[in-house]
């Protein structure tokens, strides 16, 4: 694969993983309030996010899976637990004083 496709690859799947943990976090009272309708709203939710997922991967590179993609997707959920949340909130704005 050509680098300029390999660099927005990561990106998206970097940008993506922060924007599934924050619909994920936004959606969860939603989720698992009741056991029956959270199951199938949790499992729509995860088939919804795979097909925008491959929907935007699609313009880039021909939707294309590579084994990397998963560690960086990984990374950027992490990234927006780690400097997003609001029990860390104080760790990103110490930074900026």
């Given at each position: 694969?050509?680098?300029?496709?390999?660099?927005?690859?990561?990106?998206?799947?970097?940008?993506?993983?922060?924007?599934?943990?924050?619909?994920?976090?936004?959606?969860?009272?939603?989720?698992?309030?009741?056991?029956?309708i959270g199951i199938v709203l949790n499992l729509l939710f995860?088939?919804?996010?795979?097909?925008?997922?491959?929907?935007?991967?699609?313009?880039?590179?021909?939707?294309?899976?590579?084994?990397?993609?998963?560690?960086?997707?990984?990374?950027?959920?992490?990234?927006?637990?780690?400097?997003?949340?609001?029990?860390?909130?104080?760790?990103?704005?110490?930074?900026?004083?």
């Open positions: 694969m050509i680098l300029i496709y390999q660099i927005k690859s990561l990106s998206l799947a970097f940008i993506y993983g922060i924007f599934f943990a924050f619909t994920f976090r936004k959606s969860k009272n939603i989720l698992f309030n009741n056991k029956i995860m088939i919804d996010h795979t097909l925008l997922f491959f929907i935007l991967i699609r313009f880039i590179n021909n939707s294309r899976l590579h084994i990397y993609m998963f560690p960086v997707f990984i990374l950027g959920i992490l990234f927006y637990r780690y400097y997003f949340t609001f029990s860390n909130k104080n760790k990103l704005t110490s930074k900026i004083k």
